[in-house]
């Protein structure tokens, strides 16, 4: 897989790692990716956590769904930037289990998303 789903594709993410609880996504600020400001529209940087969180919460195998998601920037993104999102498990249940993921490029931390999910038995 290098794509995590139909939208990450659209939006230029890479998948680069996965594994039990973990996982790494890529994505380069293209122009058309940039908010009012022209900086790195806030739903891009989300998405590409979010895309991260989707990964390693079904790495377990029982479908999970986001249930619980919040975003902390911490410094704009700008057109050129290779953003990394790194998910890790944080707590993990029969029912739900936690990520935190952080987004960050070369010049350092852009975001810190966490995000819960249920997980649906099959």
């Known amino acids: 897989m290098t794509s995590p789903d139909p939208l990450s594709e659209l939006l230029g993410f890479e998948l680069l790692e ?3 609880g973990r996982a790494v996504v ?6 058309g ?22 990964v390693a919460s079904n790495s377990h195998g029982p479908k999970a769904v986001a249930i619980s998601a919040s975003i902390h920037f911490t ?5 050129g930037d290779v953003l990394t999102a790194r ?3 944080i707590s993990l249940g029969s029912r739900t289990a936690t ?3 952080e987004v960050a490029s070369e010049g350092g931390p852009v975001a810190l ?4 999910v249920y997980r649906q038995e099959s």
């Open 75 to 79: 410094r704009a993104a700008a057109v």
């Open 33 to 54: 990716h940039r908010n009012a400001h022209g900086g790195a529209h806030g739903g891009f940087v989300f998405a590409l956590a979010d895309a991260a969180l989707a």
């Open 26 to 31: 890529r994505a380069e600020v293209g122009d």
């Open 113 to 116: 998303f966490t995000g819960t």
């Open 18 to 20: 996965e594994g039990p």
């Open 99 to 101: 990520y935190e993921i």
């Open 87 to 89: 998910a890790r498990e």
